[in-house]
């Protein structure tokens, strides 16, 4: 069974840092990465990155603050959020797809100005 266990969100002050980490059991995944979605807004892509961590793709709004990273041995996909802004308020959910598509129960990330 697959499971995607999210951890690492909370409240920071703008300009401030976070460290998202996603642990992933039941398969191999092709893709992981993270998605968000503020209130009232539609879920948005926020970073992938491919099974060995070759191919990362990121969101024009996080390039240069935010960094995908995996530790393939564990299975787990980090978020590493810097200079972080109001705007990044949203909750962040793990995703990974392998013939299907999964989802974490998303972690709430509050940054304040």
């Known amino acids: 069974q697959v499971q995607l266990v999210e951890s690492g969100g909370g409240l920071v002050q703008a300009g401030g840092s976070l460290r998202l980490s996603c642990a992933a059991s039941?398969?191999?995944?092709?893709?992981m990465g993270w998605y968000r979605q503020a209130p009232g807004k539609e879920r948005e892509l926020v970073a992938t990155?491919?099974?060995?961590?070759?191919?990362?793709n990121y969101a024009d709004s996080v390039k240069g603050r935010f960094t995908i990273s995996k530790d393939i041995a564990k299975n787990t996909v980090f978020l590493t959020m810097n200079s972080l802004k109001p705007e990044d308020t949203a909750v962040y959910y793990c995703y990974a797809r392998h013939s299907f598509h999964y989802w974490g129960q998303g972690t709430q990330v509050t940054v304040s100005s």
């Open positions: 990155i491919s099974t060995n961590g070759d191919k990362i």
């Open positions: 039941g398969s191999i995944f092709s893709i």
